[in-house]
């Protein structure tokens, strides 16, 4: 279960993050994310090199809080090697990214002072 931040915010963003060994098995879970009914508002597409403070290429999701619990529980069953980084949607990033944010596998350091 995903506990969130105070301010209960609406929205989250989840990163899928692979490198070149992961690439072909993060783009079959986006795959298989389209072909399912996943409550999600937003499928991005696979961004091959590090943007931002992700330290990794990655692809992002869009939830909203009311289905948070469900997106993660599925995707904690499917994500195979792929670390996953959940932040909620908030003024302030660089708590987002830190003190509200929540890993699935390993966490990665990310590139704070891009935010």
Avoid: K, N
């Avoid at 330290?55 to 195979?80: I, N, W, Y």
């Avoid at 959940?86 to 830190?98: C, G, R």
């Amino acid at each position: 279960m995903i506990v969130q931040a105070a301010s209960h915010p609406a929205w989250f963003h989840l990163h899928i993050y692979f490198d070149a060994q992961t690439q072909a098995t993060a783009r079959q879970l986006r795959q298989q994310i389209l072909m399912e009914d996943w409550p999600l508002a937003y499928v991005g597409t696979l961004i091959p090199h590090a943007i931002g403070p992700h330290p990794r290429p990655m692809f992002e999701l869009h939830a909203a809080s009311a289905h948070l619990d469900a997106v993660c529980a599925r995707l904690e069953a499917r994500r195979g090697p792929h670390s996953v980084l959940i932040h909620p949607v908030q003024a302030d990033e660089y708590a987002a990214h830190t003190r509200d944010a929540r890993w699935l596998g390993p966490a990665l350091a990310l590139r704070l002072d891009r935010l």
